[in-house]
């Protein structure tokens, strides 16, 4: 039916304009950039909205019989999101019919999730199981992006479905949890909004849930304080003073506090048993440049709270218990040393009274909870005494292994060439090759942070990386050559198709990496760009379930002492970024080319990135743009 529906657009409207479209490149004009768009140029831009409109809305109108209740509801808020601009009562239209899909999705989503737990649970199985997509916050982030009003009503509705699963939860702390857990969505659609850089929406959502110490709204604040760092300072300090009138806040508390002024991203906690919990959103990140009021400020209520008497051990009910207030103090005294000696004294006889309570080795041996973070690392020891240390106590051959693999990591992330030492120590030869790869991929990632072209295309055909990260590499490379370099991007591109050529065809691995070739060469070499995707097209027509949009490349280790997962962002592996160029180029033959995908997802992501492309900048006077691209 769709595809019935795109080649009614298509024929009505080729004989519209099919003297722009169907024709070859034009003739190089010199034109001023003073110069108005002419006549033509605007017929020839409502022409292409008039086909960008029509596709959506026939897209909007199959995706209510898509089975996939999951796909029905991306594409339906998705195409509300594109057509929002032209006709924002349709948008929202399509956003209710996207709550509705993702609401019934997300409610057998769980259902399943919990019948598979149970099952899992009577057979003796401990697996983990792997969350469900919340596609109710995917729909909510791009209608409150749009509509305000509309996002609170279907927060509240979210709020309100999550208070109706809970009732069978203790009826104590029934209200807390689901309170808890509506800050929590909240706070994440806000950080995602500002992640768009809607900072106003970002706050008027956020708001309601900053009066509570979180891992989300610690983040939160982070984030925003790069966006806006007189808004994210006067949210913090509204939370510090609700925070010190808070009877409930404790040590934690107090560590929460501490990474939005001393840590940023990264939020420690201490549980009662003198464990510690350490998550972190990105990589280190230096201490924001505070102003003194602010730290004072942080320093007096986190003291007040640290300060308060203990209550008896069978009485006390905090987050931390004893030990971990014990160890919130000795990880911040160096703080308070340093910008405030008289609070420091108080603390250092709190943690006296507390001594009694804390086991020996919390207050002798090394901890590296209490410094990571506040203290930089050449203050922690040498790496290599450490890991020494570890090795002189350790008895079997594979817990060595997991020794030499722990500090090659660390190494490495720390650009040391000592690296490579350790992994050679490693006996096992899995473990070692294992290793290396995970090893290999970190030191590509940094190599594509510093635009090293050099170093990514070494790494990418010396390297032990699969054939999807040497392709990644190889494109990531080929982009940042671009088109100052065009010979070499050229070259790049091909070693990295011949790379996708080697991934079985049966892997949608293979279509993910052709996609990326075709972004590449779609900039550099539109014959060739076009020629690629059509081999992108009989690749993802032969794997099922490809989808067109995972836009992530990642690396894992696993040894008996962690588990280590890197992702990196790849959003060339997306159809949507090589429909967006090629469209651009050829509004028509991007759309025969997409009607190619015997698949609802992949055909659906294809249409909208061709539609985005026209309505999102209004063309920006189309036949400006498509010259310049042309020539």
Do not use: C
């Not at 040497?470 to 080929?478: L, Q």
């Amino acid at each position: 039916m769709f595809r019935r529906q795109l080649l009614v657009v298509i024929v009505v409207t080729l004989s519209l304009f099919s003297s722009v479209f169907g024709q070859g490149p034009t003739p190089k004009t010199k034109t001023s950039k003073a110069t108005k768009p002419t006549a033509e140029a605007e017929a020839e831009a409502a022409q292409r909205r008039t086909v960008a409109i029509s596709l959506v809305t026939s897209l909007a109108d199959e995706a209510r019989t898509f089975k996939d209740l999951t796909r029905r509801a991306r594409v339906q808020a998705r195409a509300a999101d594109v057509l929002w601009d032209s006709d924002p009562d349709r948008g929202r239209e399509l956003f209710r019919r996207a709550w509705d899909a993702a609401s019934t999705a997300d409610d057998e989503a769980q259902k399943a999730r919990v019948d598979e737990a149970k099952r899992a649970s009577n057979e003796g199985n401990s697996n983990m199981f792997r969350s469900p997509p919340d596609l109710r916050g995917e729909v909510l982030r791009l209608a409150a992006k749009r509509d305000k009003t509309l996002g609170e009503e279907f927060l509240k509705a979210l709020d309100e479905a999550t208070a109706k699963e809970r009732e069978e939860a203790d009826s104590a702390r029934r209200n807390d949890l689901s309170q808890q857990l509506g800050a929590s969505r909240r706070l994440q659609l806000a950080r995602r909004l500002l992640q768009d850089g809607d900072v106003a929406r970002a706050m008027e959502f956020a708001a309601p849930a900053l009066n509570f110490v979180s891992i989300d709204s610690i983040f939160f604040l982070s984030e925003l304080r790069e966006k806006n760092a007189d808004l994210a300072d006067k949210a913090f300090g509204a939370l510090l003073a609700s925070t010190a009138n808070d009877p409930s806040s404790d040590a934690n508390t107090v560590s929460g506090l501490s990474s939005y002024v001393l840590t940023p991203f990264l939020y420690v906690t201490f549980m009662t048993d003198g464990g510690a919990n350490q998550s972190r959103s990105r990589g280190p990140t230096p201490a924001p440049d505070i102003a003194p009021a602010i730290r004072s400020s942080f320093l007096r209520v986190s003291a007040q709270i640290l300060m308060q008497p203990s209550p008896a051990p069978e009485q006390d009910q905090t987050t931390s218990g004893r030990l971990g207030k014990y160890l919130v103090i000795k990880r911040l005294l160096p703080v308070y040393e340093q910008y405030d000696p008289d609070l420091a004294a108080g603390l250092r006889t709190q943690m006296t009274a507390l001594t009694s309570y804390v086991p020996n080795e919390f207050q002798q041996g090394p901890n590296r909870a209490l410094t990571v973070g506040i203290q930089p690392e050449s203050a922690e020891g040498d790496l290599l005494e450490r890991m020494q240390d570890r090795l002189d106590h350790a008895g079997k051959t594979d817990e060595r292994d997991a020794i030499y693999a722990d500090y090659a990591v660390a190494l490495t992330g720390k650009g040391d060439p000592r690296a490579k030492d350790l992994i050679d120590k490693i006996e096992n030869a899995v473990m070692r090759k294992s290793v290396k790869a995970y090893t290999d991929f970190q030191l590509t990632e940094a190599a594509v942070r510093k635009k090293d072209i050099t170093e990514i295309t070494r790494l990418a055909r010396t390297g032990e990386l699969t054939s999807i990260q040497k392709v990644w590499a190889f494109t990531s490379a080929a982009q940042l050559a671009g088109t100052n370099e065009r010979s070499r991007a050229s070259d790049l591109l091909e070693e990295a198709l011949t790379e996708s050529r080697r991934i079985s065809g049966s892997d949608p691995d293979r279509v993910r990496a052709l996609t990326a070739v075709a972004t590449g060469l779609a900039q550099i070499d539109l014959v060739r760009g076009w020629e690629t995707l059509a081999e992108v097209i009989k690749a993802a027509n032969s794997v099922e379930g490809f989808t067109g949009e995972d836009s992530t490349i990642t690396a894992q280790l696993h040894t008996p002492q962690m588990i280590m997962l890197s992702n990196s962002n790849a959003p060339d592996f997306d159809l949507l970024a090589v429909f967006r160029l090629l469209s651009k180029v050829d509004l028509l033959r991007s759309v025969q080319v997409a009607k190619g995908f015997t698949g609802e997802a992949p055909r659906a992501v294809a249409t909208l990135a061709i539609a985005r492309s026209v309505l999102e900048k209004r063309e920006q006077v189309a036949a400006g743009v498509n010259n310049h691209i042309r020539r």
